[in-house]
């Protein structure tokens, strides 16, 4: 799914994504990694039987993307 699809249709709340707009800023991830973050979010949040994905999921999965890059 395209990332502009995912930021459109399936919207993340703000206050969740605060994490990942702050490493975005510093430059931790580009846009693409942003979008792969929230797609990693979306994936956690689904399978913790969550409806929208939460500000711990965001983390998980910006530590499970800045670990990658680390690699």
Do not use: H, N
Request: proline share 4%; no cysteine; aromatic share 4%.
């Amino acid at each position: 799914m395209p990332g502009r699809l995912l930021r459109d249709r399936f919207a993340v709340p703000r206050a969740s994504l605060r994490l990942a707009e702050r490493a975005l800023e510093r430059g931790s991830i580009s846009v693409r990694g942003f979008d792969r973050v929230v797609r990693v979010a979306w994936t956690v949040a689904d399978l913790a039987g969550r409806a929208v994905p939460s500000a711990d999921d965001v983390a998980e999965a910006l530590g499970m993307r800045l670990q990658r890059a680390a690699a």
